[in-house]
């Protein structure tokens, strides 16, 4: 089993601009590398001060020309909010300036704050995606495309430049029925329970291999399972981190299925239906211990990498000092026990 480290770059207060917000961003790509992480996953969101990073393949190309072997994956970019003609041209160019090592995760969105101020309502991303991935695919895979359906109608085009190397494709989805029927599909997905119980990360997991099983090429998907992992050093750590996530998840909610109450760009934290210790028993937010113990059954689901959610405001020299010891005291374990399961 693999991991990725997820860059959740969050504003949290007035006082931190762009300049900093993606310098620590890219401080922990490279640490990922040296730590040696398989990669790193890059998120997309707008006109709110969570998750903010505008324009992910941007940030991959930065990333990509610091790093040598990192494996950068956008986790996800929103086909509902762009051209898919314009948006197959940059997949390309990234993909070129990323040596090849580009993962395209793509979905249909999350928060309807930000879709709906674009001029997509949530209710229509879903057809929106499913048409969007459709003249993604065509695009890059066939030289001359001509489209005529409901959001696109254009005639015959060829994106410039070609491909020259694939561009691995992964489809993010959190419903286990989605799971199922595009992994029969042939893609790969990233998904994850966010603070959810073990039971309905089980259910996507489950649904991933029912799907993959009846795919013509199994053996070139992959499972990528994000979620929410703090290694702590004692239970006291431990505390204090899952009410960070705590916290970090009352704006959270907001914007995703929320009432989107947004003031200047700032999510108005609400409160929580899920208790601070209700949190702490789905997420891994955990001593050296727990933490192998329950990565051990990750493996043995068969999930193929976890990628790492470990930003919760916490300081960046607080950040990089986890993941040196998470990558010391856990990673090594864990890949020995996934290659016993495989």
Known sequence: MDFSHFLSSH??????????LYREMTQQALHAEACGYRGVAIPEHHLIN?????????????IAALTESLE???SICQLPLRDMRVFAGEVVQAQALCDGRLVLGVGKGAFGFETGRIGVPMAETKAIFEESLAVLEALLSREEVAWNGARYRFEALTVMPRPEDPVPLALAIMAPPGIEAAAARGYSIQTTPLGASHEILRSQVDAFHSGRARAARPESQRLSLQRTLWLARDEVEADQMVARAHTYYQSFDNVFGGPGLVDQGMIRPLPRRQTVEELRQNVLICTRAEMIDRLAGYAELGIDEVIASSNFGQPQEVTLEMMSRFAEEVMPSIRLIHQKVA
Not at 11 to 20: A, E, N, T, Y
Not at 50 to 62: E, G, K, M, T, Y
């Open 11 to 20: 504003i949290l207060s007035r006082d931190v601009g762009g300049k900093q």
């Open 50 to 62: 969570i998750l903010l990073v505008p324009s992910p393949l941007q940030l991959a190309v930065r």
């Open 72 to 74: 950068i994956a956008t």
